[in-house]
């Protein structure tokens, strides 16, 4: 069994940078994924990294966040510049598998870290 866990939340302030580490114990995963629910809205896949380090991003993050993997350690990273108070909310570490270009976070979920961004 797969079983993520999520740290390095916190608080900081607008424009600053964090970076959150998902550590991944069981077997090694295929991909992973960073996923967020801001207050009122639904679920957002903030970004994904493959089995080869390919990845993805929500629009909305491209250029500020950036997704890395270590396989020796089996971690996923999620650097995270430029904050802004819209991207405060609980973030999630989703261990799955890409079918097609779908990713299906079917392995095991963390059970997130919190990031507050002040303005």
């Known amino acids: 069994q797969v079983r993520p866990v999520e740290s390095g939340g916190g608080l900081v302030q607008a424009g600053e940078s964090l970076e959150l580490t998902c550590k991944i114990s069981?077997?090694?995963?295929?991909?992973a994924g960073w996923y967020r629910q801001p207050l009122g809205k639904q679920r957002e896949l903030v970004a994904t990294?493959?089995?080869?380090?390919?990845?993805d991003y929500l629009d909305s993050v491209k250029g500020l966040f950036t997704i890395s993997r270590n396989n020796t350690e089996n971690t996923v990273y999620l650097q995270m510049k430029t904050l802004k108070p819209e991207d405060a909310t609980a973030y999630y570490c989703?261990?799955?598998?890409?079918?097609?270009?779908?990713?299906?976070?079917?392995?095991?979920w963390g059970s997130g870290t919190q990031v507050t961004v002040s303005s």
């Open positions: 989703a261990t799955g598998a890409f079918i097609g270009a779908n990713y299906h976070p079917n392995y095991g």
């Open positions: 069981g077997n090694i995963f295929p991909a």
């Open positions: 990294i493959n089995r080869l380090g390919r990845t």
